[in-house]
């Protein structure tokens, strides 16, 4: 991959050295990247102009980079700062929600593979985190996303098991392997009310979920959080504040 720029948020980062950054960056057209970003740290006047004084988590900006299919970073050249979610900054809810969207994006999303849905999502819903009130509809706006963009887009109208139609009921029950609603009952399957089903339906279908029953909308976040476990087949730490509430 030749010298590219292109609009990036930053998903993860540690310091490297007193003056240098390991980053991993979803980019707009060229997916995931994790690169070395030399000097970003530093003080100097030359180093600021290049770096915006450094890269931030949850952070928006333009970045210039050159990947070498021969090295394992890539050489994150330049740093543009565009969006810091100062807002983030002053609520820890939406911080740490928004510390989940990252890291689930992270472990979703393979290096290198674009993934334009996906920046969407994330953009949207740190965009969304700025009202408190408006946070859980964000995340489930974002889970939903993400989960389809990655190709795993829960199936709501069919049962996963009969390969029919699903029949009207008082609760279903969602098989995290089929990866969708059925009638039947599994011992690793996990029980899902009709009101949590309606509202991922029209979730679904594109139509507007603002006036969302608030406990309907907590127990499809948690739906959606616990399916990207199961597929991960691991609990991202940052799990526990959609599972504990959000």
Not at 76 to 101: I, K, P, S
Request: net charge negative; proline share 3%.
């Amino acid at each position: 991959m030749p010298r590219f720029k292109d609009q990036a948020i930053c998903i993860r980062h540690i310091d490297w050295s007193e003056s240098s950054q390991v980053v991993v960056l979803l980019t707009l057209e060229h997916g995931k990247l994790r690169g070395v970003a030399k000097g970003s740290k530093r003080v100097s006047p030359s180093a600021v102009q290049r770096f915006s004084g450094g890269i931030e988590l949850l952070t928006m900006g333009q970045v210039v980079a050159v990947s070498k299919r021969t090295a394992e970073l890539a050489t994150v050249t330049e740093w543009d700062l565009e969006n810091d979610y100062h807002f983030l900054r002053q609520n820890l809810r939406g911080q740490r929600l928004a510390m989940y969207g990252a890291d689930l994006a992270n472990a979703m999303l393979a290096d290198e593979d674009a993934h334009p849905g996906a920046f969407k999502a994330v953009s949207d819903f740190l965009d969304g985190l700025a009202e408190p009130d408006w946070q859980a509809l964000a995340l489930l706006r974002f889970q939903w996303a993400l989960l389809e963009d990655c190709g795993y887009r829960p199936e709501l109208g069919r049962d996963v098991r009969r390969d029919g139609l699903l029949g009207e009921a008082k609760a279903y029950t969602f098989d995290p392997v089929a990866g969708g609603l059925t009638i039947e009952n599994g011992i690793d399957d996990w029980r899902v009310r009709r009101q949590t089903v309606a509202l991922l339906r029209k979730l679904s279908a594109g139509e507007d979920i603002s006036n969302a029953n608030a406990d309907s909308v907590g127990r499809a976040n948690r739906l959606l959080c616990v399916y990207a476990r199961s597929i991960l087949d691991k609990e991202l730490p940052t799990m526990q504040v959609v599972l504990n509430g959000g």
